[in-house]
């Protein structure tokens, strides 16, 4: 069951990040221009951390901060949930890359 967790928080992770990617690109080309698009394509990590700050502060946009944040919340809480449940059910809890 624990394997369940781990993928629906890979899954998460996966999923909120390229939807939090396209929603501070979005913001960006729309109230920076090309070059902060430019920019937050080549700084694409420094992108997910700093524009949902930026578009909440700037112009009271909730979406990318709670997408971003949100979904690391939630995956991270779903990976919480798959170690604990792996730890229990005696599996390899950290020992190696097999599990």
């Known amino acids: 069951m624990y394997r369940v967790f781990k993928l629906l928080a890979a899954l998460s992770y996966v999923v909120t990040g390229l939807a939090g990617l396209s929603l501070c690109f979005r913001w960006l080309l729309g109230s920076l221009g090309v070059l902060a698009g430019l920019a937050g394509v080549v700084?694409?990590?420094v992108t997910l951390a700093v524009v949902p700050w930026?578009?909440?502060l700037r112009d009271r946009?909730?979406?990318?901060?709670?997408?971003?944040?949100?979904g690391l919340l939630l995956a991270g809480?779903?990976?919480w949930l798959a170690r604990g449940m792996e730890a229990r059910a005696g599996g390899a809890g950290g020992e190696g890359l097999e599990g």
């Open 43 to 45: 700084l694409f990590p």
């Open 54 to 56: 930026v578009a909440l």
């Open 61 to 70: 946009r909730f979406a990318p901060a709670v997408v971003v944040y949100g």
């Open 77 to 79: 809480i779903l990976h």
